[in-house]
């Protein structure tokens, strides 16, 4: 079919082989269309990192949520002060 697109050529190695077997249980519908099962792991592999880059983010963000001002008080307010004074310009 021609296309403007760039190509890429995949040998079949015996982990590539395996991967497009598994997902041939996972997709059964086209069981029998090995280069379109290739395309299918490679766009969800996609989706699966997106997933698991925005289940790490929300946990990032829920663990600032839950200790946020949780250092309230550790240092008095003229701290900040006190330090540059230390350190002459």
Known sequence: MPTVRPRHMITETDEIAAAIDE?????????????????????????DEDLHVN???????????ENAGGFDGVWDETWLRDQREEWPE
């Open 55 to 65: 289940k790490r983010r929300n946990a990032r963000l829920k663990a600032i949520r």
């Open 23 to 47: 997902a041939a249980q996972r997709w059964p519908e086209i069981a029998d269309e090995r280069a379109e099962l290739l395309r299918r792991l490679i766009v969800s592999a996609r989706t």
